[in-house]
T-cell receptor
Framework: EAQVTQNPRYLITVTGKKLTVTCSQN?????MSWYRQDPGLGLRQIYY???????DKGDVPEGYKVSRKEKRNFPLILESPSPNQTSLYFC?????????????FGPGTRLTVL | EDKVVQSPLSLVVHEGDTVTLNCSYEVTNFRSLLWYKQEKKAPTFLFMLTSSGIEKKSGRLSSILDKKELFSILNITATQTGDSAVYLC????????????FGAGTILRVKS
């Protein structure tokens, strides 16, 4: 089944404790992206990647890192999480070729930083 | 700064009513406008619009884009309780379509 998976789905952590949220897709998509969703703000793009080893900042990259060593994986790293990073996080992927292609979203990761 | 503004922020209607959701945008290098439905989980794709004046339809939902006035509307006719959701408007922008800028969403609640 074609899908985007994220782990963990729920995470409660404490300020300063490094964490990684994994994202994996099995559709051979070039493009992958991370978003955070906060009440009243919609989804905001954190980082995106156009292909392996090609990443760039979105609108809210501060406090986050990403890497794209393999096409299927795009982990989101919080080196020193803070309470203002408490949010719902979505990973998404899509094909780049042939104009716009539907973006597939993962199920979301609800992160709480105490 | 790229921005997408949706209105109203929330809406409560009765089953059978028709609703119109609005989305205005201001972005660099517009490529397309997209509508998503979100029901307590990941957004699901509804429509993509790239050309002005061409209506897209899917059942009771339809949408149209005005690239001159920089807005789009999403219409839902004969609403049902299953239409209750957050409706998100997003604009694909940037030189390579690499950016997806979302509005804050419209919360629609359909009462039976």
């Amino acid at each position: 089944e074609a899908q985007v998976t994220q782990n963990p789905r729920y995470l409660i952590t404490v300020t300063g404790k490094k964490l990684t949220v994994t994202c994996s897709q099995n559709m051979n998509h070039e493009y992958m992206s991370w978003y955070r969703q906060d009440p009243g703000l919609g989804l905001r793009q954190i980082y995106y990647s156009m292909n392996v080893e090609v990443t760039d900042k979105g609108d809210v990259p501060e406090g986050y890192k990403v890497s794209r060593k393999e096409k299927r994986n795009f982990p989101l790293i919080l080196e020193s999480p803070s309470p203002n990073q408490t949010s719902l996080y979505f990973c998404a992927s899509r094909l780049l070729a042939g104009g716009y292609n539907e973006q597939f979203f993962g199920p979301g990761t609800r992160l709480t930083v105490l | 700064e790229d921005k997408v503004v949706q209105s109203p922020l929330s809406l409560v209607v009765h089953e059978g009513d028709t609703v119109t959701l609005n989305c205005s945008y201001e972005v660099t290098n517009f490529r397309s406008l997209l509508w998503y439905k979100q029901e307590k989980k990941a957004p699901t794709f509804l429509f993509m619009l790239t050309s002005s004046g061409i209506e897209k339809k899917s059942g009771r939902l339809s949408s149209i884009l005005d690239k001159k006035e920089l807005f789009s509307i999403l219409n839902i006719t004969a609403t049902q309780t299953g239409d209750s959701a957050v409706y998100l408007c997003a604009v694909e922008a940037g030189l390579y379509g690499n950016k997806l800028v979302f509005g804050a969403g419209t919360i629609l609640r359909v009462k039976s």
